[in-house]
C-alpha cells in the first residue's frame, strides 16, 4: 500500500491517477480504441476503484453486469432508433471497466491467480455472447433478415477462436522469455476495425437496420480476415519457438 491509504478520498484519487499514468505499460501495435480511448478511461475507474475500496473482482463483476445489461437492452426491447445509443453505451462500458480490473489489481497490490482466471473467464463467456444475443435478437425482430442472424454465429466461432489463440500464444511466448512484437501507431491504426471498441459503439446503429445490416457484417469479415492472418503468424511464430528449443 502506499502514505495515502488512510488519507481523504481525493488524495488517494489523485495518488493513485498519478500512479496508473506513471505506470502504464506499451501500447505499440494495440488497436487504437482500446489504446487511446479505453486504456486511458480505464485509469479513471481504477483511480476511482481504489479510492472507494473497491477490490479487483469487483470491478470485473461491474463489468460484466453492464455487458449484461446490454445485451438484456438487446433481447426484450423491440428495435428502436434511440435503443442504439443506451445498448451501445452500456457495452463500452463494460470493456471499460473490463480493462480497470488489471490496472486496480496491479496497483493495489491485489493480483493473483485467481483474480486474472475469473477476468478471462468473464471475457471467454462475454466476447461471444453478444453475437450470440444478436442473432437471437434478429430472429425475434427482423426475421426477413435471418442472414444476419448467421453473420451473428459465425462472429460468434470467429471470436472466440481468436480469443483463446491469443490467450495461449502470448502466454507460450511469456513463458519462453521471448518478448512481444505488436508493431507501432500505424498497426493501431489499421487494427482499429478489429477493436473490441469499435464493436460496442457499432450497436448505436442497431435501431436503423439498414445501415447495421451493412457495418456489422463488414466487421464480421474484417475480423475473419484478421483472424486468419493472426492465426498463421502465430502458428508460425509458436513453431519458431519450437525449433529454437529442441536446437537448444
Not at 479513471?44 to 446490454?70: E, R
Not at 443506451?86 to 497490490?109: E, N, T
Request: hydrophobic share 50%.
Amino acid at each position: 500500500m502506499n502514505d495515502h491509504a488512510d488519507g481523504s478520498w481525493r488524495a488517494r484519487y489523485e495518488w493513485a491517477r498519478s500512479s496508473l499514468d506513471g505506470a502504464q505499460k506499451t501500447g505499440q501495435g494495440v488497436p487504437a480504441y482500446t489504446r487511446w480511448v479505453n486504456r486511458r478511461g480505464a485509469r479513471v475507474v481504477a483511480a476511482v476503484g481504489y479510492a472507494s475500496g473497491w477490490t479487483p473482482n469487483m470491478v470485473t463483476a461491474m463489468s460484466a453486469a453492464l455487458s449484461l445489461a446490454g445485451m438484456v437492452l438487446l433481447l426484450v426491447v423491440p428495435p428502436a432508433a434511440w435503443l442504439g445509443l443506451p445498448v451501445a453505451a452500456l457495452l463500452a462500458a463494460g470493456y471499460l471497466f473490463d480493462s480497470a480490473d488489471g490496472q486496480l489489481a496491479r496497483l493495489s497490490g491485489r493480483s493473483s491467480k485467481a483474480g486474472e482466471w475469473i477476468d478471462h473467464v468473464v471475457d471467454a463467456f462475454r466476447s461471444p455472447a453478444i453475437h450470440l444475443v444478436t442473432a437471437v435478437a434478429v430472429m425475434v425482430y427482423r426475421p426477413d433478415s435471418w442472414w444476419l442472424a448467421l453473420v451473428a454465429l459465425a462472429y460468434s466461432l470467429i471470436t472466440s477462436g481468436q480469443f483463446l489463440s491469443q490467450i495461449l500464444a502470448e502466454a507460450f511466448v511469456k513463458k519462453a522469455g521471448r518478448p512481444q512484437t505488436r508493431g507501432g501507431d500505424l498497426r493501431s491504426w489499421v487494427l482499429l476495425p478489429t477493436d473490441p471498441g469499435t464493436l460496442c459503439w457499432s450497436f448505436i446503429l442497431w435501431g436503423v437496420s439498414p445501415l447495421f445490416a451493412v457495418v456489422y457484417p463488414v466487421l464480421a469479415a474484417i475480423a475473419a480476415a484478421h483472424s486468419a492472418i493472426s492465426l498463421r503468424r502465430r502458428f508460425r511464430d509458436l513453431t519458431a519457438l519450437d525449433n529454437a528449443s529442441s536446437q537448444g
